[in-house]
Nanobody, 116 residues
Framework: QVQLVESGGGLVQPGGSLRLSCTAS????????MNWYRQAPGKEREFVAG????????NYADSVNGRFTISRDNTKNTVYLQMNMLKPEDTAVYYC?????????WGQGTQVTVSS
């Protein structure tokens, strides 16, 4: 079955950086687009960034464009999210997501807290 394991979250000050990782298994990773979503307290989950299987043109939510970068290493079945210039409003649980099979498959999430 599909497994997505996120890591790299934590507490960071405003303006700081974090890199999230998501290691995948249970599906042909190199053939699927990978995505990051997030859910802030009291809010719905929202799309953050996505990258096609080939690693070509990525797309980003307006709120993170220019600060976050998604990348992938198909030899390691891993997708990354480099987050720079973090803001308090980036505080959320971040999820790795792949659209495989009957619908989206989600990891367990990793908490990112941006606070001084």
């Amino acid at each position: 079955q599909v497994q997505l394991v996120e890591s790299g979250g934590g507490l960071v000050q405003p303006g700081g950086s974090l890199r999230l990782s998501c290691t995948a298994s249970g599906f042909p990773f190199s053939k699927y687009a990978m995505n990051w979503y997030r859910q802030a307290p009291g809010k719905e989950r929202e799309f953050v960034a996505g990258m096609p299987s080939s690693g070509g043109n990525s797309n980003y939510a307006d709120s993170v464009n220019g600060r976050f970068t998604i990348s992938r290493d198909n030899t390691k079945n891993t997708v990354y999210l480099q987050m720079n210039m973090l803001k308090p409003e980036d505080t959320a649980v971040y999820y790795c997501v792949v659209y495989y099979g009957v619908g989206p498959q989600w990891g367990q999430g990793t908490q990112v807290t941006v606070s001084s």
